[in-house]
Structures are given as C-alpha cells and as structure tokens.
C-alpha cells in the first residue's frame, strides 16, 4: 500500500540551463523531454514534480494512518479508542502498538487472572478474561459516567407511565428476556397498570436528582449486567420488619453494552461490528415501597 502513491508520483527532475536552447532533463510521471523553451519549460517540470511527490508522501501516510485505524476499530471497542487522544495524542501507530504490549502480557497472566474469579466464568481462555476486564472498564468509564443519561431514560419513563403508554414501554422493556420478552413485559405492566399509575401520579419527572442514584456493577456469573436504581416520590410509613426496602418507590434501569447487551448473555472480548451502537440504560422495574428484603439477589 506504501507503494501505491509513490508510483503514481512520478519522478522527474527539470534540470533546464538558464540559456535560451537547453533541454529540461527531467521526465514528469514518465514522460518525454521538454526542449525548446528551456527555463520556462524546465521551471514549470520542476515545479510539478515537487508537488506531485510531495503530495504523494502526504498521501502515502493518511492511507497508512486511515488502514492502521479501520484495523483498530474492527478490534477494540469505542471506550477503548479513547486512548488514541487521551494517552497518545492522536498517533494511532503508538495507540496500536501500546495496546497490543498490553494484551501480551494479558495472553501470559491470564491462569492468574482466572483464579481471582468465580469459575461460573469459565475463564479458561486470555479472551475470556479480557471480556471481563473490559467490562469492567466499560461500566466505570461509560455506564457510570454519564449520570445525565440515567436521569434522561428515567424521565422518559416516568413521562410514559403517566401518560399509560405502556405498550411503548415494553418495547425496550428488559424485565423479561427470550423471544416473548416484548409480550411479557407487556403483560406484566398491564397487571400493574394501576398500581403503577398511582405511584407516579403527581411526579415531576424533572425532580429526579443525580445525586441520589445507586449503581450496582454487572455480574456476568449471575447473568446480571449493570443496574442503577432512581429513587422518587415520598417516604412510605415504615413496616414492622425493619429489614424490608426501599423506602420510596424506585425505578431500575438495567444497562445494555457492547461487552454484555444482555442478561444471561454472553461476555464480548471483542467487538461484534466496528459500527455497533454505543450501550444505553433500559427500563427493568418499577420498584414500590419496602418491597425487598436483603434476601432478594441471593
């Protein structure tokens, strides 16, 4: 591919005395002498065979530049490109190069990686464990970070359950999973249409505060990805067992990634499209008052 553009550049040089009846000696991208007019002509190849290789040079590195990221992409995920300007100023050779160092020396720790995990993983590969270090980095860097995110997709949902467009809210309802999760969510919501009317009558969707929300790291042992609870509405009067939460009613978004888009779904070393969508937040549960006990993950 380097040779690509330097052939095309052509390779004279005008060597044209500065005498009335000289020849120009050099050839412009392989073709014949200019005589006659000596300077002018000499000049003018001159000219042109300096542009042309020096753009073809030019040329000759944003191929390379452009080939060295199209790999790059197809290989890691979009958080983890992040590093092309954060870490190395943009040199995508230094980023690639760095980056494979790195999984070198994950493809020989990985036994060791293995063991500080569940063997539910079956972390039997240097792939495996990298899907779950990159999960991790996934939901630190990406999920957790974008606090205005969660608080949009709660909004949305608040505004969908007052409006009793449940039917819009199942769509991407990820209560349920499998081929019928569209069709139970949509049930489950229906049998709870009017307790969940209830809950958010006189609710402010703009009141909700980034401040008060609880993230829960994913567990790709259990299938569970990340969630995040948002708390609105008023305290309810508390019952007798004291262990029993939440105090208020609660929304739950759970968070569908690249590395895992699904509960109970695989763990993605690598990326599944160099085009894939970005993770987003997506609705699990309207959780009411003291509901749960400290029993309800085990």
Same mark, same amino acid.
């Given at each position: ?15 044209? &005395?500065?005498? !009335? $009846? ?15 007019? $000596? ?11 300096? *542009? ?5 040079? @030019? ?30 100023? $943009?040199?995508?050779?230094?980023? +690639? ?34 899907? +779950? ?37 199942? @769509? ?10 569209? @069709? ?15 809950? +958010?009558?006189?609710?402010? &969707? ?16 259990? !299938?569970?990805? *990340? ?5 609105? !509405?008023?305290?309810?009067?508390? =019952? ?25 779904? =695989? ?10 969508? &970005? $993770? ?19």
């Amino acid at each position: 591919m380097m040779g690509l553009a330097a052939a095309a550049c052509g390779g004279g040089t005008a060597g044209a &005395p500065a005498g !009335g $009846g000289g020849t120009a000696g050099g050839t412009v991208s392989g073709g014949g002498t200019a005589s006659g007019g $000596g300077t002018a002509s000499g000049a003018g190849a001159g000219a042109s065979g300096a *542009g042309a290789n020096g753009g073809g040079a @030019a040329s000759d590195d944003d191929t390379r530049r452009r080939e060295i990221e199209r790999r790059a992409r197809e290989r890691w995920f979009g958080f983890e490109l992040a590093d092309v300007e954060a870490r190395h100023g $943009g040199d995508w050779a230094a980023f +690639v190069a760095a980056k494979e160092a790195r999984e070198a020396e994950l493809d020989a720790a990985w036994e060791e990686e293995a063991k500080q995990h569940s063997r539910h993983l079956r972390l039997d590969s240097a792939e495996r464990v990298r899907g +779950v270090r990159v999960l991790r980095e996934e939901w630190e860097t990406v999920a957790m970070a974008d606090r205005d995110a969660v608080i949009a997709e709660a909004q949305r949902v608040l505004r969908l359950v007052q409006a009793g467009k449940l039917d819009e809210l199942a @769509a991407d309802c990820v209560h349920y999973g499998g081929p019928d999760r569209v @069709a139970l969510c949509r049930k489950m919501l229906e049998d709870r249409r009017a307790e969940l009317t209830a809950a +958010v009558r006189g609710i402010d &969707p703009a009141s909700l505060s980034a401040r008060q929300l609880r993230f829960s790291a994913p567990e790709p042992e259990a !299938g569970m990805t *990340g969630q995040v609870v948002i708390p609105f !509405g008023a305290p309810a009067p508390a =019952p007798r067992d004291a262990r029993r939460y939440p105090p208020t009613w609660q929304l739950e978004l759970w968070w569908s990634g690249q590395v895992m888009p699904e509960a109970n779904g =695989p763990v993605h070393a690598r990326p599944q499209a160099p085009d894939a969508p &970005p $993770g987003r937040w997506r609705f699990f549960d309207v959780i009411a008052p003291y509901s749960r006990t400290p029993t309800y993950r085990i």
